[in-house]
Each structure stands twice: as C-alpha cells, then as structure tokens.
C-alpha cells in the first residue's frame, strides 16, 4: 500500500526499489491550489504502481527530493525521478548486492534471465517484447544478492517517443507487459546485449569466453567496488548459470525465439581465484611481486584482475603466468620454468628476455613490480 502525506505545499510518496523504500518528496509553487501538490504527486508516481513492495524491506532511503515542480516541468521531473530512485537504491545496497545496468525477464517456475547492456544498445525495446511473453523484472537494473537471488525493480520504462524532449515513463500493466510469478525469482542465465549490423538481421545467441564476459558485465556492473573480493563473487554467479553469452538483437518479434536458451545453459565454466599470500615474503632473487589488486581470476580465455582504484584488467599471453608467479613469489628460475612448460622457448631471444618484456605491461599498469622494495 502507498500512503501520501500533504503538508501545505508538499507531498511526499513512497516507492520501492529492489528491496528499498524511498521516500519522494516535492514542493509546489505557493501560488497552488489546495490539493495541486498531493494531485500531482499521485500523477508523477501512479507510473511505479506495478513495483512490488520488498517481502523483507531493512533499508529505508530518507528523502529523494524534487524541489519545486509544476506542470510544465512534468515530462522532466518524472524522467528524473525515475533516474534518482534508481540512484538511491543503488547507493543503498552498495557492497550488499551485484546490481546490474540490465533488463530481466522470468518464467513462471521463477527462473530469471538477465540481459546487460549499456545505455542506447536497446535495452527497454528488448524488455518491452519480451515482457509480453515473460514476467517483466526491470528494464533497467537487475539486482541480485549472492546466493543468486534477484530482487525484481519493476520500474515503469523510459520510452524515447517523437514530440517528446526526454523518455516517456509508461507503467508495466499499461503496455500489457507480464506479472511476476509467485515462485521465488532466481538468475538461471546471464546475456550481454549487442546492436545487429542490420535491423532484419536474426536474433543470435552466442556464447563468450568467462574471462572477456567478465570484462564486459564489470562495465556495467554498480559499486562492484565496494564488495569484499568482487570478481570471485561475480565470477561464482556466472559460473553457476552457464556464463555470459552474448545476444545479438534483430527484428524484434524473433527475439523470444532465442531467449529460452538464456534460462537453461548447462555449460559450467571453470575459473579459480588467484591472489597472493600475504603472510610470504619475498627473496632476493624474487622474479615480480603483486601489487594493489583486490582481487583477481583465473579463466580459461584469460586472467581478470581488479585493483585498488577499481580498474579491471584482462591478462592474456603469458600475463596470467606472469600473474601467478608473482602471486607465489617465485624465483627468476622457476618464472622461466613455468613459462617455458606452458609455451615453450621463446623464438629469437632467451625466455628471460622474452619475459621482462611482457612484463611491462603489467608494470605500467601497477599490478605487478620488479622491485621487491615495493612489497615492504
């Protein structure tokens, strides 16, 4: 139930937000009719009915205010509201959830397919035809806690529309978009969203390497920061659902053809996390030492590492050997070894030559240091 307040020329509203409760306030001009402001809260706001209210709600935002509005500033106000609850619970759940800029969908039997994509790649138009074949979850964030549980943000969608200066926001049940269903919403498939070269192009589902699809969820993945070891977290939950693929989006009537793909992968790719002991020290003749990474994994088509300034990296070549060695502190020797057993000698110069110079890479980008100084 959403329970409006007025005091003179201000309302105030709740409205939830995967898990969030918060309170918009507004202030209309002193010139107002008795009522405008409460009228006009209930016009800004009857958009966000469909968006449940949390089973368990332990976080309350304090105020999302909008300052002093009327009805020529209405369009405006009401796109930026959308943008500020969505800010807000964000801001609330930072280090508590993996919150995606994506759109999800789910099945009747709960199973949620999450589709990532940055702003303009089509995100809402995907939700918006999918959401008449599914339960609509959100069209712009997905949030999902670590046992991969998915808090649903029923948010009305932002539709760009001719004659319009910003995003039409229109509610779920007006574009006949689907219900949720009763059954508990959990992530059962992770897409990333990408333009087609040609609009009548079909819709194709493909799938993308753990370590490259890491990379392009972290792009769009909130406050990933703020998590304790960030990337096992992330990299455990798409391990558990197959991985990432990657969705091509044609002629948008085809798309549900291919989504039912998304819900029931099979594949699980391997990873494992590498970090270094931080009870060791290093010996003289140390090769590399680790340096300002929080966290970092190890996949099959590369190593991801993400540092103290929040940067995430993809190691390729000989990088997550190099990664690896400097993580156990290994000698110049036993550095040539590992490279040698897994590559080879190096063609046209010596495998220590080989190595320094791939290496500056990693130093440049200040993950790793031939200075065993830096350690101290």
């Not at 509201?81 to 709960?110: C, K, N, P, Q, Y």
């Not at 397919?113 to 940055?118: E, K, L, R, T």
Request: proline share 6%; glycine share 6%; hydrophobic share 40%.
């Amino acid at each position: 139930m959403i329970k409006t307040k007025v005091t003179c020329l201000r309302a105030e509203k709740i409205i939830h937000a995967f898990g969030v409760s918060v309170l918009v306030r507004l202030t209309v001009p002193d010139t107002s009719a008795t009522g405008y402001a409460e009228q006009l809260m209930q016009r800004l706001t009857e958009v966000w009915a469909d968006s449940p209210t949390p089973r368990q709600n332990k976080k309350t935002i304090l105020e999302v205010d909008l300052g002093v509005v009327d009805d020529k500033k209405f369009e405006r106000i009401q796109s930026v509201l959308s943008t500020e609850v969505t800010l807000a619970a964000l801001r609330a759940h930072s280090g508590d959830l993996l919150m995606f800029h994506a759109g999800g969908i789910a099945r009747d039997d709960g199973k949620v397919a999450m589709i990532i994509g940055p702003s303009g790649v089509g995100k809402t138009t995907t939700m918006r035809h999918l959401g008449l074949h599914y339960g609509y979850v959100s069209d712009e964030t997905v949030a999902v806690n670590f046992q991969g549980e998915v808090l649903p943000y029923r948010k009305p969608l932002s539709i760009i529309t001719d004659g319009h200066e910003f995003k039409v926001q229109v509610a779920p049940s007006t574009l006949h978009l689907l219900p949720l269903p009763t059954a508990p919403l959990i992530l059962s498939g992770i897409a990333l969203l990408k333009r087609p070269d040609t609009i009548e192009s079909d819709t194709v589902l493909e799938p993308i390497g753990l370590a490259q699809g890491l990379m392009m969820a972290i792009e769009q993945t909130s406050y990933l920061g703020e998590i304790h070891r960030p990337l096992a977290k992330l990299a455990s939950l798409a391990s558990k659902v197959g991985g990432f693929k990657v969705m091509t989006v044609g002629t948008p009537e085809r798309i549900h053809r291919v989504v039912e793909q998304i819900f029931d992968s099979r594949e699980v790719p391997r990873w494992t996390s590498i970090m270094p002991d931080e009870n060791r020290m290093p010996r003289t003749d140390t090769a590399f030492i680790p340096l300002n990474v929080v966290d970092a994994v190890e996949c099959s088509d590369g190593t991801v590492v993400f540092t103290k300034d929040k940067q995430a990296i993809l190691l390729d070549g000989i990088g997550p050997q190099l990664w690896r060695s400097s993580c156990n502190l290994e000698s110049w020797q036993q550095l040539i070894n590992r490279i040698e057993a897994s590559f080879g000698p190096a063609p046209h110069m010596d495998t220590k030559s080989a190595i320094i110079k791939a290496s500056d890479k990693l130093i440049e980008a200040g993950i790793i240091s031939n200075n065993i100084n830096d350690l101290r």
